[in-house]
Structure formats: C-alpha cells, structure tokens
C-alpha cells in the first residue's frame, strides 16, 4: 500500500464549477500536508500546504484535512481552463524528513 | 541565477553505462530529495539527505547511488542503467524535510 492514495482519474468538470479532489495518507503521524500542481513537461509547483484539522483557504482554493479519517482534500472553486493539470498530494510522514507524493490526479476542465 | 538546478536536461544512454545526474541548489537548504516520475506513478522518492554527507533511502533505492559531500550539490548516479530507469528525474531541496519542496527542472532520461 502507497503512503499516499490518490484517484488518478481523468477528473472533468465543467468551467466555473467547484472541482474536487481527494486524498488518503496511511501513516498516523503525518504531520505536513500538501498539495502541488503539476502542468504537463514542467516541474512540480505548491499551491496549498496544511498542517492541522480543518479548512485553509487562498483565493479559489481550499485545503481540508481530516486527521482521524486520513484524509485530505482540495477544492476549486470557479474552475478555469487553466487549472487543467495533474495535481498531486503529499505527506511528510511522522519521520518529518521526507516528502511522499501519490500518483496524482488530472483534472480537466471543460469550456 | 539562485535557485536549484538540474543538469543535463535530456541525456540518452545504453543499458549497462553509467550515468550521473546533477543537482545544484544556491539557498544552502538542509535538504535536498531526488524523485522519478513516471507515468501513473505520480513522483516516487528515490533518496534524500538531511545534510552533508547524511543519505537515506526513499521508495525506490535500488539501482542508485547517491552522494553529498557539500550542502549545496546532490549527484545522483546509476551504476548500469537498466531501460527500466527510463524516467524524468526531479531533484528537489528544502529548509527543512516537513516543508515546501522547491523543485529543478528536471531530467528527462532515456536507456536504450
């Protein structure tokens, strides 16, 4: 099993609506929550980082974390074409000296 | 310029050769990782170092040599390329191992 689980879609959603991803992280002690974005040929950038329980907000996008059921997630809201990517959690575990990625989920977003 | 870099940016080989990827960060971070990403695998984390001349293995070592003998380069070698590590090559530093990662712009390789 993966430290970090992501569906790897394609996920599509239509222009302006609220996309969603998810994600789950097996390793209790993690403490550092992440979440990048990836366009096709190019490296890795941050978009969001979350550290405790509940809800980060930074302009159209919201980090959710759910210690207690291994959970995170990331919302789009207002969806545009240029949030089409590859988007990708990560976690640094309970060992604080690493960063784990899962597979990565591409979005769509549809005009 | 500051900030992380990768070299080469492309490199083609033949299974059996040795290869070394480099990287070099200006911040002086702590931290410095290696990834391959290929595809549905998401980035996959090959070794890390905490400091100079302290390596760990990540999710995928085997094949792979790593050193660092200054806080600022992170080579990471392969022995006898296999086609299996056909990939693109992300090396990546922090401030510290539970914070944003900065990443280079990666190496695109080929064994054939």
């Known amino acids: 099993q993966k430290e970090v689980e992501q569906n790897s879609g394609p996920l599509s959603v239509p222009e302006g609506a609220i996309a969603s991803l998810n994600c789950t992280y097996s390793?209790?002690?993690?403490?550092?929550f992440f979440w990048y974005r990836q366009y096709s040929g190019k490296s890795p950038e941050l978009i969001m980082s979350i550290y405790s329980n509940g809800d980060k907000e930074d302009g159209r996008f919201t980090a959710q974390l759910n210690k207690a059921s291994q959970y995170v997630s990331l919302l789009i809201r207002d969806s545009q074409p240029s949030d089409s990517a590859t988007y990708l959690c990560a976690s640094s575990g309970s060992s604080a000296s690493k960063i784990i990625f899962g597979s990565g989920t591409r979005l769509s977003i549809r005009p | 310029d500051a900030g992380i870099t990768q070299s080469p940016r492309y490199k083609i080989t033949e299974t059996g050769r040795q290869v070394t990827l480099m990287c070099h960060q200006t911040?002086?971070?702590?931290?410095m990782f290696w990834y391959r990403q290929d595809l549905g695998h998401g980035l996959r984390l090959i070794y890390y170092?905490?400091?100079?001349?302290?390596?760990d293995k990540g999710e995928v070592p085997d094949g792979y040599v790593v050193s660092r003998s200054k806080t600022e380069n992170f080579p990471l070698t392969l022995e006898s390329a296999t086609r299996s590590q056909t990939s693109v090559y992300f090396c990546a530093s922090s401030e510290r191992g539970y914070e944003k990662l900065f990443f280079g712009s990666g190496t695109q390789l080929s064994v054939l």
């Open positions: 911040w002086s971070h702590s931290y």
């Open positions: 390793d209790r002690g993690s403490q550092s």
């Open positions: 170092s905490a400091a100079a001349d302290i390596t």
